[in-house]
């Protein structure tokens, strides 16, 4: 059953390319190969070719294979690539590897089990660590077969892997055959799609190399004259040149018999697509009863089966066991460990013989199989996934064990931060099935578990376990959830249903949980606006629950966010010091699954211009990452995204709102999409990219016309500014006109919340509407008077200011702007006002003056990146006679809120791993950072950075 494709015919270039990786990152500067082919096409063979040339260049490999059966073993090629590395190590070379990994790493790996669940981020963050550091002992290279058999969590380690290794002394080698399942496929685009990737695609072999294998085939017959140019043009067109299929089409042939001279071209027709299936099934009737059994069992227990356990597993003595192997061997089906005994380890020397092997047993004796191998595993010590990963291929069968072990099998999964292999184990274990309470507890997990990373796919489960719930609690604890699912989804009116009647059930004994739900149900007019039938019953909640007194509880706390959410709506400038008292010492970021109440403290601070956002973004953009929550993440980045927008740090802005639409499309929530395509769009705008602010409010997903009803009011105002930039003015004013009557709908009044008034006067005096302009534009200088924020105050003085006619009142009005926003945080719209006063000073012929306004409106529009007001300025410079100033972008000022993060930590005296492990970055990106503040501080050491810093840098970190 020998099959010798391991020769390497007509692949020179890729095996240049894998050489040239592994130069590349011995040298630092790592990358990836994945080489792509069908069954048969010599990827292994280029692995093996790999793995030489490897060692010859002192690069350190480590392997693995991937295999169908343990698709669903949480991390299982992750463990493979690590564990043995950890086990060959001493205590304190174990420790220097593992410096800088987090626990949750440590618990995948099966160092120690944790108390608690551990996300997806903070288990790939740590196994970068522990690669980093694998890689500065010695170049490496990670080696792994059959990428489209892997798990999930494996999967987006690489995905996460692949964008830094340019900066280690890493490579990946990997192979895969495009197929498989929809999600496993998407992140392996995602991994050959990145930039230091280079893609080998292994194509059919050529004719004359097809006659070299068959020659060398026929040859160990004596057949080699067998071996015309018919036989040869027949034998390719029928395998199309597949190397597998050519050597076992000529194994066939050559145990059939051919006679000089005759025309095989119709039988080798017959036989090359089937060749290897019939080649095994042939080769199976010939082998003894033991050796059968064998086969069998190894296909069932997988790749490095220990050999005790096959024994049992085949119902023979370990004397017939080691027997059979030994035959096995000999014909090159199976290869075992060099350790000998009872425990040495099995495998295919080829996946797609055990395939053949293992679908060729029927599927009732496959499912008994299985669930033998995972009683014997089981009696072992086995890990609990790995006798999972078999419980998941057998017969449901009503049984209550298989219920507890995949169960437990889901919980380890989670703790270890693959929450998509917890999917599988409570998926199948619904199929067992479950009774009663238990039922209800699998559904529950499993739609709490897919919430994660697939919303619209939790409801479903939720629903469930919401009709089989037999307590009042146990109830309430499903609709907060669910409810929560329905409303990111925008499905209002089904999050409403099930919260009110949660509420309706619930004792008023449970105050805490009666706070929860009374929260969820509070923001869905915030959310949802329109729907006067919901509106209006809880307006009136609203008012009974503002004038108590704030709580600390956790569900109290989410109370008064959604308050104070409601107060700053409508202006009262009463929010923000609510909204203080619930956010503060972050126990909301940390204890409360607060991802509908949470974000509308944020947005609370963020129009009222309160710098202390940030830190409360940060922390829970870091948590996000620490639990694994890709919702959380979403939240977090989308409304540090619009402080950062707010604030006029455009690249930062841009920054955290790309990776928030990232995570959008990763956890499916269509509301989201409402918030933060908007939030896109205007930063683009401030950037002059047009064409992207489009296609991120084409990202929406909004339908033309938009609805009535729902959270339109962010997209719609975001609409009428890019169409106004565009010249569409009539569009424009249609749209802002649209925005109000939304954000009225909600009972918005506040213009820092949607600055609809100013988009609809601007587009009114553009169509020579001047007095409807004027009127608009005072509207809204009155209401943001009235809520006091600088930011929103500024703009509106100065947008009246940029329409009234008469010139004293005009540069009263922008006079005033510049006072507001002075010491404000808002210093791209104070760049604004700056160069919009400048204007209207040349325009009186007060140029000395207008200059000494737009030396100070560049470097702020400079440093904000904002390209369309520098084009402003540049052009009123001309106007006035001058040139632009150069500015030196030197200074504290001048750093990026990012460098001040990784320069006031370095300071502190934390080393660039520890500031990348705590900032979720690379130590790659902190050397940017830091050589960036070097260069505008005048300094070229760390040293010099403490003196350098001013307190207040120093003083919001420490």
Request: net charge negative; glycine share 6%.
């Amino acid at each position: 059953m020998a099959a010798d494709v391991g020769a390497l015919y007509e692949r020179d270039v890729e095996v240049g390319a894998i050489r040239q990786l592994l130069t590349d990152s011995k040298a630092g500067a790592g990358g990836i190969a994945v080489i792509e082919g069908a069954v048969g096409t010599g990827k292994t063979a280029l692995l093996r070719e790999a793995q030489r040339t490897a060692v010859t260049q002192s690069v350190g490999v480590t392997a693995a294979r991937a295999a169908d059966l343990e698709s669903e073993f949480s991390f299982g090629v992750v463990r493979q690539l690590f564990e043995p590395l950890l086990a060959h190590e001493d205590t304190s070379q174990r420790a220097n590897l593992l410096a800088g990994v987090d626990n949750p790493a440590v618990v995948m790996l099966d160092e120690v089990v944790a108390q608690h669940r551990s996300g997806d981020f903070a288990v790939l963050h740590s196994l970068f660590w522990l690669t980093a550091n694998l890689s500065e002992k010695q170049p490496h290279c990670f080696m792994v077969d059959d990428l489209h058999y892997a798990d999930m969590g494996s999967l987006k380690f690489l995905a996460y892997l692949v964008p830094h290794l340019d900066e280690l002394a890493c490579a990946v080698v990997a192979t895969f055959t495009p197929f498989g399942s929809r999600q496993r496929m998407d992140l392996i685009d995602y991994i050959t799609a990145a930039g230091n990737t280079r893609l080998l695609r292994l194509s059919p072999l050529g004719v004359d190399s097809a006659a070299v294998i068959l020659r060398k085939r026929f040859a160990r017959s004596g057949l080699e004259e067998a071996v015309t140019e018919s036989l040869v043009k027949a034998s390719h067109g029928a395998t199309g040149g597949n190397p597998l299929l050519l050597t076992e089409l000529a194994d066939a042939l050559c145990t059939e018999g051919v006679d000089l001279g005759k025309d095989y071209t119709a039988r080798i027709n017959e036989l090359g697509p089937r060749a290897v299936a019939r080649r095994v099934g042939l080769w199976m009737r010939t082998l003894s009863p033991q050796c059968v059994a064998v086969t069998r069992a190894v296909s069932v227990l997988g790749d490095g089966a220990d050999l005790s356990e096959v024994s049992e597993l085949a119902d023979l003595t370990l004397e017939q066991t080691i027997q059979a192997v030994e035959e096995l061997e000999h014909a090159a089906v199976l290869a075992s460990s060099d350790s000998g005994g009872p425990h040495s380890a099995l495998t295919f020397t080829h996946s797609l013989v055990r395939t053949v092997v293992y679908e060729a047993m029927p599927t009732i004796e496959r499912g008994r199989a299985h669930h033998r191998a995972a009683t014997i595993l089981a009696r072992t010590g086995m890990d609990t996934e790995r006798v999972a990963s078999h419980l998941l291929r057998t017969i449901p069968a009503d049984d209550s064990e298989t219920v507890v072990v995949l169960c437990r099998a889901a919980e380890l999964a989670l703790r270890r931060g693959a929450p998509d292999s917890a999917v599988g184990y409570l998926s199948r274990c619904l199929d067992e099935p479950p009774h009663g309470e238990r039922r209800v507890e699998v559904l529950f997990e499993l739609g709490r578990t897919l919430r994660l990373n697939d919303t619209a796919a939790a409801t479903e489960y939720l629903r469930k376990a919401l009709r089989l719930a037999t307590s009042a609690r146990r109830e309430a604890e499903i609709a907060l959830v669910l409810g929560r699912c329905l409303l990111l989804l925008g499905q209002s009116r089904g999050a409403m249903r099930v919260w009110t009647t949660a509420l309706e059930n619930t004792p008023e004994s449970d105050t805490e949980l009666i706070h929860h739900l009374q929260a969820c149900v509070l923001s869905i007019p915030l959310y949802e606006p329109g729907r006067e039938d919901m509106r209006l019953d809880i307006l009136r909640l609203v008012a009974l629950l503002r004038d108590k007194t704030p709580l600390s509880t956790l569900g109290g706390r989410l109370v008064n966010c959604v308050i104070a959410a409601h107060d700053a709506v409508i202006g009262d400038p009463r929010a923000v010091p609510r909204v203080l008292r619930a956010l503060e010492d972050d126990q909301l970021i940390r204890d409360a699954d607060a991802d509908i109440a949470l974000p509308f403290g944020w947005m609370v601070l963020i129009s009222a211009d309160r710098p202390e956002v940030f830190a409360h973004l940060d922390e829970a953009v870091a948590q996000a990452h620490r639990e694994g929550s890709v919702s959380a993440l979403t939240g977090a980045l989308t409304y540090r995204a619009l402080a950062w927008l707010r604030a006029g740090n455009l690249p930062e802005a841009e920054a955290d709102a790309r990776n928030a639409v990232h995570a959008v499309e990763t956890v499916g929530t269509g509301l989201r999409r409402l918030i933060l395509g908007p939030i896109l769009a205007d930063t683009l705008i401030e950037r002059d990219d047009l064409s992207g602010a489009e296609q991120a409010l084409d990202w929406v997903g909004v339908p033309d016309p938009p609805p009535e009803q729902g959270l339109m009011y962010y997209y719609l105002c975001s609409k009428a500014r890019l169409m106004r930039q565009r010249g569409q003015v009539e569009g424009a004013l249609q749209a802002a006109s649209a925005a109000g009557q939304s954000f009225l709908a909600a009972g918005g009044q506040n213009p820092a919340v949607v600055p609809w008034h100013t988009e609809s006067a601007f587009c009114l005096h553009r169509l020579g509407r001047t007095d409807e302009a004027l009127t608009v534009a005072h509207e809204e200088l009155r209401l943001a008077r009235n809520w006091s924020a600088p930011r929103a105050w500024g703009h509106a003085l100065r947008v009246a200011g940029l329409l009234e006619p008469d010139p004293a009142e005009s540069l009263s009005l922008m006079e005033q702007a510049l006072h507001r926003l002075r010491n404000s945080v808002a210093r791209l719209e104070y760049a604004k006002a700056l160069a919009d006063y400048a204007a209207a000073l040349r325009r009186r012929g007060k140029r000395a003056e207008a200059r000494q306004h737009l030396d100070q409106a560049l470097p702020l529009a400079e440093t904000s990146d904002a390209v369309a007001l520098q084009q402003q300025i540049v052009q009123e410079y001309k106007m006035i006679g001058a040139r632009p100033r150069r500015f030196s972008s030197s200074g504290w000022d001048a750093t990026t809120p990012s460098e001040r993060r990784v320069s006031a930590r370095a300071a502190a005296g934390m080393t660039n791993r520890e500031i990348a492990k705590e900032l979720f970055i690379t130590p790659k990106t902190v050397e940017l950072h830091l050589s960036s503040v070097y260069r505008k501080l005048g300094i070229s050491t760390r040293r010099k950075l403490r003196e350098n810093i001013p307190p207040e840098g120093l003083r919001d970190w420490e």
